[in-house]
């Protein structure tokens, strides 16, 4: 058969999850609590239909049913992450055995059937012990994540060649300390600025004990979710103010990541506005010397910004927004079962940036996908018909194909997700996968896209 699209030998096909969304069983076997256990015990009509952490969609008891089916639509790589309460259960000291051999059978599973592990070792789930300590927020939780970090590459690297320090290190950040979507709820942007920084110190301590392990065969990066910034016009207030969103959104981490440095301009506002986190000895050094390895990029939505209509309130908290306002740009295609906007396109500004500005850094996606609420309403003989999500899909690939041709160094596509997954505050609201779960019975039944991608994988293009 004659492809218009034909990608790169041995290109990634699969699809992302993450251990809190997808696992439930998280009073089993040994698991601490993380702070997702904890937020839902303290606060649980916080969560979408009351639905919290514990049970999700039990692929800790049924990962092995789930591998066959990733297996039948052609996956030849899967992302999932480590529950780090689950390994450790106070965060630092005592592993759990249970958990060392749930994931050497999950890893051993995948492996038998030809399907190659991506491990993400934080997927925004902190231990509550070490949140009750401070979190990110102090140098010691660092110290912890590279305890569990080494831990892990020596547990599982034998087998699992690509690993990924955070998932998204911003959402926790934004969520956590500036907008109130994730514990601890705390507004206040200098406590953000360096749980911010913390992060990347902890994601370079990792690197490196990675590289000093001698089961480092593999490759070592990150997962970043990447909105492409794009301003209203090309007058120079709406340029800045869209040049301001990159800054904060994309660059405060992607430059540390990959290029070892932050940019100056964010380091002038920070320093501007009393934001700078405190720092050590050493850490521009261990940044610089640890650089990842491979990307990761979540790509959903770009970002369209203006220049601020109104001046912001100096007495109110800082707040990165305080430098642009958000575009409804008319005609945008939106995802209307979602509310986000689709822009296929962004998919091909990233890559290229990456392979402008960047060096070219190997890369993949690790995110991209449509949620849809109330997906039972496209049932037809017991299938969902999501010719949305098939089209979604296939228009990303086509730019990420024409990106490829042009030289990007991209090895990969992952949708969000595997089956329909319990999505934080959001819970089962938005529904993303290439199987449903039956909430009830758990029961996986394949949507009409995981059949389209079962053909897509094996030919290795449409
Ligand atoms: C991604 C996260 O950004 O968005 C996932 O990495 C999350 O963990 C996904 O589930 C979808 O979010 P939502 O709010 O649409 O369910």
Redesign the pocket.
């Known amino acids: 058969m004659a492809l218009q699209y034909k990608f790169p030998e041995n290109f990634w096909w699969g699809s992302a999850t993450?251990a809190t969304?997808i696992e439930g069983a998280a009073n089993e076997d040994g698991k601490g609590k993380n702070i997702w256990d904890h937020w839902y015990e303290t606060e649980p009509n916080r969560f979408y239909e009351n639905i919290g952490p514990e049970t999700t969609s039990d692929f800790y008891h049924r990962y092995k049913e789930d591998i066959q089916l990733m297996k039948d639509i052609g996956h030849n790589t899967f992302r999932m992450s480590i529950s780090w309460a689950r390994l450790i259960p106070d965060g630092r000291g005592e592993l759990n055995p249970a958990a060392v051999s749930f994931y050497n059978n999950v890893i051993d599973e995948l492996i038998t059937n030809d399907i190659e592990p991506f491990v993400t070792l934080f997927?925004?789930d902190m231990p509550l012990e070490l949140q009750n300590q401070g979190g990110w927020e102090i140098r010691a939780v660092v110290d912890a994540y590279t305890e569990y970090a080494r831990e892990a590459f020596r547990l599982f690297g034998d087998r699992v060649k690509k690993w990924f320090t955070f998932?998204?290190p911003i959402?926790p950040v934004e969520g956590g300390y500036l907008y109130d979507f994730h514990y601890p709820n705390v507004v206040d942007a200098r406590r953000a600025a360096q749980v911010a920084y913390h992060t990347m110190i902890a994601h370079a301590k990792a690197v490196r004990a990675f590289h000093e392990s001698n089961v480092a065969d593999g490759k070592i990066g990150i997962i970043l979710?990447l909105t492409p910034s794009y301003p209203r016009s090309q007058n120079p207030a709406d340029l800045r103010a869209s040049r301001i969103a990159d800054l904060f959104f994309n660059r405060s981490f992607l430059d540390p990541a990959v290029l070892g440095e932050y940019p100056q301009e964010l380091i002038d506002i920070l320093n501007e506005h009393g934001l700078l986190p405190v720092t050590e000895r050493g850490d521009r050094e261990l940044l610089k010397a640890n650089t990842a390895d491979i990307l990761g990029v979540?790509y959903?939505q770009p970002r369209r910004v203006k220049a601020k209509e109104y001046l912001p309130n100096p007495y109110s908290p800082f707040m990165p927004d305080w430098f642009f306002d958000n575009y409804e740009m008319p005609g945008r295609k939106m995802n209307k079962y979602?509310g986000w906007e689709i822009y296929e396109k962004g998919i091909y500004d990233i890559m290229q940036n990456l392979k402008e500005n960047y060096g070219n850094i190997e890369s993949f996606v690790s995110?991209n996908?449509m949620?849809v609420q109330d997906e039972e309403r496209f049932v037809v003989d017991k299938e969902i018909q999501d010719d949305y999500r098939i089209d979604f899909i296939r228009e990303h690939l086509k730019w990420l194909h024409k990106a490829i041709e042009e030289g990007c160094n991209v090895k990969g596509y992952h949708l969000?997700?595997f089956m329909d997954?319990w999505?934080?505050m959001?819970a089962y609201?938005?529904r993303?996968g290439f199987f449903s779960v039956d909430l009830r019975t758990k029961q996986r039944t394949p949507k009409k896209s995981a059949h389209w991608i079962k053909e897509v994988s094996q030919n290795n293009g449409f």
């Open positions: 993450s969304q997927h925004f998932n998204e959402v979710n979540n959903y979602r995110e996908g949620g969000w997700s997954n999505s934080w959001n609201k938005n993303y």
